[in-house]
């Protein structure tokens, strides 16, 4: 009960965060500092390999960051819809989900890129790291499909279960090159025998740039399943 | 600039843009959709 109370003061706090303009402006003023750092601080030098698509790693890691985040919320909000049936919750885990798919797909995608210049491979099937984030990419991609063959039909419950157990693929796929020998992917934080060269104040904008962006769509994306709400519960009450 | 890179950073722009701009049209239909219902 007290759990319910503090939850109930962070959303409280935390939902008109999500639809104010500060973070929109956030988002747009953070994202054109990190492309000027991008562009203009960092190194095209990492692992010793000196190209100039290295620099699609600040938006690969932060996009990976930030992907690994939001599938966190549709988890929180798969198991608080769960507990406490608050329809928020149901649509915080939907928006989380769908606005993290997109995030994760960008991840593998910059990230095959990235690949192409620092181990002269778009994919490797040996890379553990690769193909588990590869295996978090379709688990989401189910729980979508999941969640749109269910939603409407009082069956938001399966998404939700859905939501909860699919996410243990997350940190699998974070912990994989800890867990497993990895072949192409190092494990670089806390590990001083690996230098990525990366700058930590472009990282940290980027990261900041791209969470800002996705708080920012994540805000759009409950609301417009409130105003569907709104408008299905108005012609209900219409008969139409 | 590095062709691969302004590929990735294009597609990035354009991906994230395409499904901003199409929440933002979605939401508005729905919005107008909900003043048509209560008017």
Known sequence: ?240 | MEPLLLAGYTTLFLVLFAYLFRLQRRLAAVERSLDDLRG
């Open chain 1, 1 to 240: 009960m007290r759990f319910g109370r503090l939850l109930a003061k962070v959303v409280g706090v935390l939902h008109p965060l999500l639809y104010s303009r500060a973070v929109a402006w956030g988002a747009l003023v953070s994202g054109v500092a990190s492309f000027g750092l991008v562009f203009g601080v960092a190194s095209d030098t990492m692992y010793g390999i000196e190209h100039g698509a290295n620099l699609i790693a600040y938006w690969h890691i932060s996009m990976a960051w930030v992907g690994a985040v939001a599938l966190g919320a549709t988890f929180v909000g798969s198991a608080l819809y769960l507990h406490y049936r608050g329809q928020f919750w149901n649509h915080l885990a939907h928006s989380a989900g769908e606005v993290g798919f997109l995030f994760v797909s960008l991840t593998l995608l910059t990230g095959s890129m990235w690949g192409r210049v620092v181990w002269n491979s778009w994919w490797e099937w040996t890379d553990v790291r690769l193909v588990t984030f590869l295996v978090v990419w379709f688990v989401y991609a189910g729980y979508l499909f999941v969640y749109a063959s269910t939603a409407g039909s009082g069956g938001e419950r399966y998404a939700a279960v859905y939501g909860v157990v699919g996410f243990v693929t997350v940190p699998l796929s974070y912990l994989s090159t800890r867990l497993w020998v990895p072949t192409f992917h190092e494990t670089t934080i806390a590990n001083p025998g690996v230098s990525a060269n990366i700058d930590p104040l472009t990282l940290v904008v980027s990261v900041v740039a791209a969470t800002l962006l996705y708080l920012y769509l994540l805000g759009l994306r409950i609301r417009l399943h409130r105003v569907e709400e709104k408008v299905l519960t108005h012609k209900t009450a219409g008969g139409g």
